[in-house]
């Protein structure tokens, strides 16, 4: 049986066997005059202990509001220091914190509170041209959380809470039955620090403590369920691997909302000692690059596409990023010329390859800093430590030889708990034998390195954003003109791929493909709005019916090359 795993080398440094609480607070312990956080925009600069000062207020405002342990919180926010005392408060009192992508809308944020049975949202005004109060009214009618009255339509809802990162201390309040984060902190006045210590000594590490929105069989978002155990120790193994310490400083252009924001980011940072610094809300490559330069950031994070803006901006201008070491780029394949851009141009010699997926925790496989370009180039690295891997036929599931493509599976203390509340999904993703099956198509070589090399599932990645066409086709199912729909993804040099659509018309209808985009915007998440959209009178099908999408991906990419 081929299953590479570093278990096999020995001298491994152990899993952790704590909760994210009492690793962070004992690093509190050993660093408490470092910058623990830099919010650049925010212009606040926290060292350990201001910052576990200011979590333990967030703490007990907590359970000033009720919550036990195993409730959940929302999150809908941008980059920014509440966000991240948010995430360490909720571990601290076992709450589990359900991240909530900020590009989300009105119906997807329904979906996210009622699929999670959010009791409590915490939630900024507005992101660009997402107006999050109107969306939160529009989803809650004759909202009344303040004063813990269930919303309507929504009975699990009893708070929602908004602060304005600009402006923490604004008493605004442009929504009846919102509090305010100054009213919120207040509560913390009600609870005394020894109730927040007896509810962190009954935590486990092995509780539930987060919940990640990402793909199940179906194609719809379904919610991953991540325990303190799951996620500290991919964060800690990861920083490992970066070489982190104390003396680190890490520049964090990624949204927190997703794993590598939230895990390989902030935890990582928090493992060990290290600086996190927060240079935008949102990603933009000039502030990132300023970050880098003004607060002497020895790592960088990011996906392929904020490296290709990065790199674009040091055309027009020049800066000292000499303190550049190491980091990571994920989320996409990355292009041979990128990677060796990245290593000369901006300096990170020790840049890293990740891959992994939410249910991993999520990283599953890394490069290291000493391997040699061919491999940081054409694979992903080796499985982390204390994982296994193994690549198998997806017909029959036996393990394939070496060289051979097959469906990579992973297994290990990062594999997630299962998806929330819906054990039938669980058990589609998780064999028997406690394998879980990415859905990604993979070779691994004698030595453990993996190169991926396609998808079972129709998943498209559009500069590091997961995209799951059954989402976008149920979307536009609902049009009353449409009849059929097939969402897949092409090729794109920037992006990595983008969303494309065939679309059906019923009988005697009319619509134009740009009248299809349009009825997307502001509908659904603008970047799983389609790039591109055809109406055609058929679709290429199976014998037994079934669409063939890989027949429209070769007709669509040969129809886009034709148009230059």
Not at 161 to 168: F, K, R, T
Not at 333 to 356: F, H, K, N
Not at 412 to 441: C, K, N, P
Not at 544 to 551: D, L, S, Y
């Amino acid at each position: 049986m081929l299953v590479s795993s570093y278990l096999h080398r020995g001298g491994l440094e152990p899993l952790l066997g704590e909760t994210i609480d009492q690793r962070f607070r004992a690093v509190v312990g050993r660093f408490p005059e470092r910058d623990a956080v830099v919010s650049l925009p925010q212009s606040v600069r926290l060292s350990y202990a201001a910052l576990d000062a200011r979590c333990e207020r967030w703490a007990r405002a907590l359970l000033a509001l009720g919550l036990e342990a195993g409730d959940r919180v929302g999150v809908w926010s941008t980059n920014n220091l509440e966000w991240v005392l948010l995430q360490l408060a909720t571990a601290r009192v076992g709450v589990i914190l359900v991240t909530i992508n900020p590009a989300n809308r009105s119906h997807e944020l329904e979906y996210t509170l009622r699929r999670a049975r959010i009791q409590a949202l915490f939630l900024i005004p507005a992101f660009k041209s997402s107006d999050y109060v109107a969306m939160l009214a529009e989803t809650c009618p004759g909202l009344r959380v303040a004063g813990n009255t269930p919303a309507e339509g929504l009975p699990e809802l009893r708070h929602a809470i908004l602060w304005d990162p600009g402006n923490p201390g604004s008493t605004s309040r442009p929504l009846a039955g919102l509090w305010t984060l100054s009213e919120f902190l207040a509560q913390a006045e009600t609870v005394s620090g020894t109730a927040v210590r007896e509810r962190a000594a009954g935590l486990d590490c092995d509780d539930p403590i987060n919940i990640q929105f990402t793909s199940g069989t179906t194609g719809f978002p379904k919610p991953v369920v991540l325990t303190h155990h799951n996620i500290l120790n991919n964060a800690h193994f990861v920083a490992l691997a970066m070489r982190f310490s104390e003396r680190d400083r890490l520049c964090v252009p990624v949204p927190f909302y997703h794993c590598f924001g939230m895990v390989l980011s902030n935890l990582a940072c928090f493992c060990r000692g290290a600086a996190l610094v927060i240079p935008a809300p949102h990603f933009e490559a000039r502030a990132t690059l300023e970050a880098v330069a003004r607060e002497r950031c020895t790592a960088l994070h990011g996906v392929p596409t904020m490296f290709v803006a990065e790199l674009e901006l040091l055309r027009e201008a020049s800066w000292d990023l000499s303190s550049l070491r190491t980091g990571i780029m994920a989320g996409a394949p990355c292009p041979p010329a990128l990677l060796r851009r990245v290593m000369e141009d901006l300096g990170c010699r020790e840049i890293l390859i990740a891959y992994g997926q939410t249910e991993a925790s999520p990283v599953t496989h890394i490069t290291r800093h000493d391997d040699s370009n061919e491999r940081r180039v054409a694979t992903v690295g080796t499985n982390m430590p204390h994982q296994e891997v193994k690549v198998v036929c997806p017909e029959t599931g036996a393990v394939t030889p070496i060289g051979h493509q097959g469906e990579v599976c992973f297994r290990g203390y990062h594999v997630m708990r299962g998806y929330f509340e819906d054990e039938q999904a669980t058990r589609s993703a998780i064999d028997d034998g406690g394998w879980l099956h990415s859905g990604d198509l993979g070779v691994m070589d004698a030595s453990g390195y993996l190169r991926i090399t396609g998808r079972l599932r129709d998943m498209i990645i559009r500069g590091g954003e997961n995209i799951y066409p059954a989402e976008i086709e149920a979307f536009y199912y609902e049009h009353p003109q449409v009849a059929e729909v097939a969402v897949f993804g092409v090729a794109d040099p920037r992006m990595g791929e983008e969303v494309a659509a065939w679309v059906q018309l019923h009988e005697g209808q009319t619509v134009s493909s740009a009248e299809l985009r349009e009825h997307a915007r502001g509908k659904i998440a603008h970047f799983k709005v389609p790039r591109y959209v055809w109406v055609v009178e058929s679709f290429p099908l199976t014998v037994t019916g079934k669409i063939q999408k890989f027949r429209m991906r070769e007709v669509a990419e040969r129809r886009l090359r034709e148009e230059g």
